[in-house]
């Protein structure tokens, strides 16, 4: 059974950062593309960045420059660097992998 677990998330004021974890059981991040995505109050859930196998990585515009995705093979783990915040960034992030989804980890960024 595939579990993945978000952590990292919290308050932040604008300008500063955040790393976030996925760590997943049951998959091996290495041999699957994982993506993060995020979901605002009153919006879609959107996505944000993506690693895949061969560790080339995608991200959307409104986070290129500023969020890094990277990962730990030996922890089995995907992590979002998160720098230069903005309050628009305020969402639940996520993380997905073979369409399995972790429970999400709060991110508040305050002006």
């Known amino acids: 059974q595939i579990q993945l677990v978000e952590s990292g998330g919290g308050l932040v004021q604008a300008g500063g950062s955040l790393r976030l974890s996925c760590a997943a059981t049951?998959?091996?991040?290495?041999?699957?593309?994982v993506g993060w995505y995020r979901q605002a109050p009153g919006k879609q859930r959107e996505w944000v960045t993506t690693?895949?196998?061969?560790?080339?990585?995608n991200y959307a515009d409104s986070v290129k420059g500023r969020f890094t995705i990277s990962r730990d093979n030996a922890k089995n783990t995907v992590y979002l660097q998160m720098d230069n915040l903005k309050p628009e960034d305020t969402a639940v992030y996520y993380c997905?992998?073979?369409?399995?989804w972790g429970q999400g980890t709060q991110v508040t960024v305050s002006s």
């Open positions: 997905s992998l073979i369409g399995h």
């Open positions: 049951g998959a091996i991040v290495s041999v699957n593309t």
């Open positions: 690693i895949t196998t061969g560790g080339r990585t």
